[in-house]
């Protein structure tokens, strides 16, 4: 199988039902979002953070395919023949006792703070915010134009990244600078 298939030289992408969509589509944009934030805890990955951290990445990355997989299926037909790429409340739930378990070894927030710190958790905040702009792109294709738990797991995620950051930055010894 080739790499390069050519049917997108004139701007166009296909989605999973077939339909020839501009790349500029916002269902691509979100897609493409969300593809970004997959990459960039690939690059935090690479960074070897604890074993914990890797962890939950590794989990997180093929549930980021299938939230991709989700976005680019608009009339829901991969879904029932793909089964790993159905998302479901667990994968939200997941999410959740990950971020209860990380914030119970943090100081209390009191202030915002800054972006930074160790590389992995400057990181982690850059894929925050890529997973926020995700959010944003999705929520503007409508209230049916997804699965109400794919927003739901895209803030929940968001909220996990800034958690993670902090607990990378704290095991590191890195002090958060408030604002």
């Not at 604890?50 to 939230?67: C, G, H, N, R, V």
């Not at 202030?111 to 590389?119: E, V």
Request: hydrophobic fraction near 45%; proline fraction near 3%.
């Amino acid at each position: 199988m080739r790499i390069y298939t050519k049917t997108g030289d004139t701007g166009e992408t296909g989605l999973f039902d077939g339909t020839r969509v501009s790349k500029a589509d916002p269902r691509v944009e979100a897609y493409g979002d969300v593809d970004e934030v997959n990459a960039w805890l690939g690059v935090v990955r690479a960074q070897k953070v604890d074993e914990e951290i890797d962890a939950m990445l590794l989990k997180i990355q093929p549930t980021l395919f299938a939230l991709g997989a989700e976005l680019a299926d608009p009339r829901n037909r991969i879904a029932a023949r793909v089964t790993k790429a159905a998302l479901t409340e667990a994968h939200v739930a997941e999410l959740e006792s990950w971020i209860d378990a990380l914030e119970s070894g943090l100081r209390p927030l009191r202030r915002f703070i800054l972006a930074g710190g160790s590389p992995a958790g400057a990181m982690l905040h850059l894929a925050r915010t890529v997973c926020r702009r995700a959010e944003r792109r999705i929520v503007a294709l409508g209230a049916n134009a997804v699965e109400p738990v794919v927003v739901t797991y895209i803030n929940r995620l968001s909220d996990l990244l800034f958690v993670m950051a902090r607990a990378v930055n704290a095991r590191a010894g890195v002090a958060e600078t408030e604002w």
